[in-house]
């Protein structure tokens, strides 16, 4: 707009010579239009010429008082050229694009985007279509084709068959169905060894001490296996596989209780304990937490503390495979709003080895 009205005012300002002396105008003009481009020129001796913004305005105004014929002798730029610059400037003056709304749809907003990539890559069996009608159940009316090309900018496959799970995907789909088994030798005061046997639900991480004995026969372990089955009464249809090692003691009557509630029984490897890794590590915690800080008595001592420690890991202690929730707690408490007002209580666990903290009601 500004340099519109800088090019009327000098046309305005250029039209009273040509009106008062009429011959003479044209001259003065071309002698004007000669000056300008020696000024150009000394501007710019180092390298190429070009024209400014300020000089297409004044020989833009000064071609309305040249006439045409003389233009190619006159002007240094070609006469189509210098109509062009006159059409650029009555083109600017006339434009009103920045005033009115941008044509076309509104993009799509950023945080849709980040939405679209995140379904995708959490369910890799997917496609955009699929995509697309999860949006909308969310209340995001998106199309199809704008999916696709969000997925194919973030370098995801729009296809509906990106590939097989990963390991961590197929082992935590399988995780709810599986529960494992293992023995746990405990050493006592007296230089005496009892065992236990302990179960670990793979989903909820749940830890049931099923039984300590210092003679584990086969009998005493089908025997912790059928009061384990009581023990989870409905709650055994959700189990598919029984993960387990080659000792002996598993009888195959132990198999029968679980195979009787169709679980199928899986044996590891030979010396392969790492195929049973969860197991494996929380009788490692068990040790680190508890047993390396105790002496123990007898059996009852052993199934007491072994019974406590198993409320605490159940019902308090924190599982990054969880999100930092206890295997029975189902979501996180709410936040509190003024925490530091509230007095903190602890409860000591076994005398003190493992602490217990809460807020006081």
Same mark, same amino acid.
């Given at each position: 707009m500004m340099v519109s009205l800088v090019y009327q005012v000098a046309r305005k300002l250029l039209a009273v010579p040509a009106l008062l002396l009429r011959r003479d105008a044209s001259k003065e003009?071309?002698?004007l239009v000669r000056r300008h481009e020696n000024a150009v020129l000394r501007r710019q001796l180092s390298g190429p010429v070009r024209y400014e913004p300020a000089d297409r305005l004044w020989f833009s105004a000064l071609s309305s008082l040249i006439p045409r014929r003389r233009w190619a002798q006159v002007f240094p730029v070609t006469p189509g050229t210098l109509l062009a610059w006159h059409r650029r400037l009555i083109s600017r003056k006339w434009d009103y694009s920045k005033c009115r709304a941008r044509p076309g749809r509104p993009s799509t907003a950023c945080a849709v985007k980040a939405l679209v990539v995140r379904l995708a890559r959490e369910n890799p069996g997917w496609g955009c279509r699929r995509v697309q009608g999860e949006l909308i159940r969310l209340g995001h009316p998106v199309g199809s084709t704008t999916v696709w090309e969000i997925l194919t900018s973030a370098g995801i496959d729009p296809a509906p068959r =990106?590939?097989?799970?990963?390991?961590r995907e197929f082992l935590t789909a399988q995780a709810e169905g599986v529960i494992a088994c293992d023995f746990v030798h405990i050493d006592l005061v007296d230089l005496r060894r009892v065992y236990a046997l302990v179960f670990l639900e793979h989903g909820t991480r749940r830890l049931h001490v099923a039984g300590v004995t210092s003679h584990p026969t086969g009998?005493?372990?089908?025997?912790q296996a059928r009061n384990l089955a009581v023990e989870f009464g409905v709650r055994v249809d959700s189990l598919r596989f029984l993960l387990r090692d080659r000792d002996a003691r598993y009888t195959e009557s132990f198999d029968a209780v679980f195979t009787a509630d169709d679980i199928e029984v899986v044996k590891t490897a030979p010396r392969a304990p790492r195929m049973n890794a969860h197991c494996e590590r929380v009788i490692g915690t068990? =040790?680190?937490?508890?047993?390396d800080h105790l002496l123990?008595?007898?059996?009852?001592h052993a199934r007491q503390v072994l019974d406590a420690y198993a409320r605490h890991y159940n019902g308090h202690r924190p599982h990054q495979a969880r999100g930092q929730l206890p295997p029975l707690a189902r979501e996180h408490p709410s936040p509190m709003t003024a925490p530091i007002a509230h007095r903190i209580l602890r409860t000591r666990v076994l005398r003190g080895v493992i602490n217990e903290y809460r807020y006081a009601a």
């Open positions: 003009a071309e002698l =990106r590939g097989g799970p990963t390991w009998a005493w372990t089908v025997q068990l =040790r680190r937490e508890v047993l123990i008595w007898n059996e009852s």
